[in-house]
């Protein structure tokens, strides 16, 4: 049934838990979360059309300022995202994010440019990242892992895990995301 529908729907949906319009969609821009995906997506839609993407590059990078998201087109990023909270959030451009994610305010996902690490993350299906999370390097998140708020995260997590702390500590747990992640797409 999803199937249908497009990535911005899926991306609202996780907010609502409904089927939204494009006019209904339009509406709910009212919330900086929503209204910064919105723009964000359409900057990823016209990436490659000449003029469009000026333009939605250029509303982009407004809204970057205003929200205080620093999130770019070429960052890869599944259905079903979903921000907490507006404020303070950094993505490197080359990071990978899977479906159905999470991410809350004061977040950063970097690149780190030298050392065994170096490179930027990609991070699997729901995924929840909790407030003032820091993940760096070319490290892998598996899928249905919850990284708690303030972890520091610079090696690979298995699926299944939550992660905790500085130096963080996975532990493993079966239902990791259970009741964080919910109206997954």
Known sequence: MAE????????FFRESGKWLSTFQ????????NLHFIYVLRMAQKY?????FNTFWR???RHYQI??????????????????????????????????????????????????????SPVIGNEVWIGAN?????????GNNVLIVPNSY???????NSVVIGNPAKIIPADNATREYINRKV
């Open 58 to 60: 250029i509303v982009l």
């Open 47 to 51: 990436r490659k059309t000449p003029g």
């Open 133 to 141: 999370a820091v993940i760096v390097g070319a490290v892998t998140i």
């Open 66 to 119: 205003k929200y205080g998201f620093q999130i770019y087109p070429e960052t890869e990023i599944g259905e079903g995202f979903y921000l907490g909270h507006w404020g303070s959030l950094v993505i490197n451009p080359q990071t990978v994010i899977g479906k159905n994610c999470n991410i809350a305010q004061g977040v950063t996902i970097g690149r780190q440019n030298r050392g065994k690490n170096e490179g």
């Open 153 to 159: 995260v610079n090696f690979d997590v298995p699926s």
């Open 4 to 11: 249908k529908y497009s990535t911005l729907q899926k991306d």
């Open 25 to 32: 969609i339009w509406k709910k821009c009212i919330n900086p």
